[in-house]
Structure formats: structure tokens, C-alpha cells
């Protein structure tokens, strides 16, 4: 996380058993806040494949002792949602119960299981104009095209803003994590590029950022074509396809026509929850155990 290190004040957290490292807990400080993080789409209390139930009661109570001894007075725990767990993992689900967590913000993500999409008429539509106008995808290397001429300019156009990560910080991730993250333009028949996505490739999700096309991208059915490749061909054999959040206002409402295409390739709502924890509550962990 050390490319964005100067946004945010890093406080994250390592816990040990026995001097072995069972957990990792990601974590920024904001005045009298902690957020699990800031910098990261998903967080949590990242835990140890093979941990017990035991091992989390302790290591979750230590950190909520370590924040309170520090004066925080909150701490906000956005979780990692279910789909991108290895294996069964929601010991802390239980635990926010115990600890009276409040839930005060719950995205709308739209999931897709690759092998079981079945697409809506309108990107049937989509995909057979891409055809027509001799569309055609390849994975690339060619980040300052995709930034400069396509995601840039729509996103400012649209919404007034720029992407998150800067074209030094997305290229930067490139070099470290060259396999996981993965750049996908679609070209037209002048081997111009019209629409492209980033793709962060886990090992049970592929999750799509950053989906961005020219002006022309409804009358070209670039998108269209560009997700089918991604399903169809690329990770035809991953569990999941995340194509992220369509909510606005932090959580508060949904984007609808966002919503409706990405629910054209089959996307059903996964939920991507944020509690706030007082940590002074620790206490209520000790009758966990009978």
C-alpha cells in the first residue's frame, strides 16, 4: 500500500501467536478514528487459512484494546465481502454481533458466476453492433492510452472527477503485481482504442475497475463485447466476476441505469458492509466462551 502512503497516516496492525503471524489487520488513523483502510477497496481483520475460532476471539479483542489504549474512540471496519473469502471466514460477522457494531453503510455490488451468465436482449443487442462495426479485444500494456484519451476525459465529462489511482500510481501496481493486474481495451477497425477496462485478478475473483469508453461506446456496443470476452473467454472458469458498486452518496442510492447493464450479463447483488465499532466494547467478547 506504500504508493499512496502519503494520503493516509498507516497504522496497520500484525498479530502474532506464539510468534507466528496469524493476522493482519489494515488500518489508517484519522483524528480519534481508525479505518480499516482507507487506501484499500476491502479490508477487514485478514486472517490465517488455518486459525481457530479462539484465535480470532483474541486477536480481534487485542486490537480493539490496542486502539482504545490509544485514545481512538472509533474504529470503522469495512469487511471483505463473502465472495473473495478462500474458505469459510466469518468469525468476525459474530463478533461485530457481539460487540454491537453498527452497520452504517452497505454497497450494492453486482456479481456475476462466469459459467451460469445469461445475458438480457439489450446486450445481445450490444454485442452483435460491436460485431458489425468489426470490433475487436486484446489485453495490452498501454495504460496512458486507456487514462489520457478514454477514462479521463469520461469521467470528467460525466461526473467532474478523476480516477482514483493517478496514471503513476496504476502503473506503478502494474510493475509489482504484473499478473494481477490486467489492462483490456477494446479496438476498432482503425486499431484505435475505444473502451478498455482494468482488471484485478484474484484467485477466486476477477473484479473489473475502471470500465470506461469513448463517446461512441452505446452506438459501438464496445462494453458490451469487451464483458463478453471477459466472461466468456478470459474467465470462463473463475467463480466470480465482480463488476464493483453502483451506489452513490456513500452507499446511500443506486446508480439505476448502472445497475440495469451490468444486471443485462447476469450480475446479482453481493453486499460490501462497513460497521462502526466502539472499541471500549472489547469487554463484551469475555462471555463469549462458555
Do not use: C
Not at 53 to 70: H, K, P
Not at 183 to 193: R, S
Amino acid at each position: 500500500m506504500d504508493y499512496h502512503g502519503s494520503r493516509f497516516e498507516d497504522h496497520s496492525l500484525m498479530v502474532y501467536k506464539d510468534q507466528n503471524l496469524i493476522g493482519l489487520f489494515p488500518a489508517n488513523i484519522s483524528g480519534k478514528k481508525a479505518v480499516s483502510h482507507e487506501g484499500l477497496t476491502y479490508g477487514g481483520f485478514l486472517i490465517n487459512a488455518k486459525i481457530r475460532f479462539t484465535d480470532v476471539l483474541s486477536g480481534f479483542q487485542g486490537i480493539l484494546q490496542y486502539f482504545e489504549n490509544m485514545g481512538i474512540e472509533h474504529i470503522e471496519l469495512r469487511l471483505q465481502p463473502k465472495i473473495y473469502h478462500i474458505s469459510p471466514a466469518d468469525e468476525i460477522d459474530y463478533l461485530l454481533f457481539k460487540l454491537k457494531a453498527e452497520r452504517f453503510r452497505s454497497d450494492n455490488l453486482s456479481v456475476v458466476v462466469p459459467s451460469q451468465s445469461k445475458y438480457a436482449k439489450d446486450r445481445q443487442q450490444g454485442i452483435k453492433r460491436a460485431g458489425k462495426n468489426r470490433l475487436y479485444i486484446k489485453e495490452a500494456d498501454d495504460f496512458k492510452s486507456f487514462w489520457n484519451d478514454i477514462l479521463i476525459p469520461n469521467l470528467q465529462n460525466k461526473f467532474g472527477s478523476l480516477p482514483v489511482h493517478s496514471l503513476e500510481e496504476i502503473l506503478l501496481l502494474k510493475e509489482r503485481f504484473p499478473a494481477k493486474i490486467r489492462l483490456f481495451l477494446v479496438y476498432d477497425h482503425q486499431e484505435l482504442p475505444v473502451a478498455g477496462t482494468v482488471i484485478f485478478d484474484t484467485e477466486k475473483v476477477a473484479r473489473s475497475q475502471y470500465i470506461s469508453g469513448n463517446e461512441d461506446k452505446n452506438r459501438l456496443g464496445s462494453l458490451d463485447i469487451l464483458h463478453d470476452h471477459l466472461l466468456n473467454v478470459v474467465f470462463k472458469d473463475k467463480p466470480y466476476f465482480d463488476f464493483g458498486k453502483s451506489n452513490e452518496n456513500q452507499g446511500q442510492v443506486i446508480n439505476e441505469g448502472l445497475l440495469y447493464w451490468k444486471e443485462g450479463f447476469g450480475a446479482r447483488s453481493v453486499a460490501h458492509d462497513y460497521y462502526k465499532i466502539d472499541p471500549s466494547n472489547h469487554g463484551n467478547l469475555k462471555t463469549v466462551l462458555i
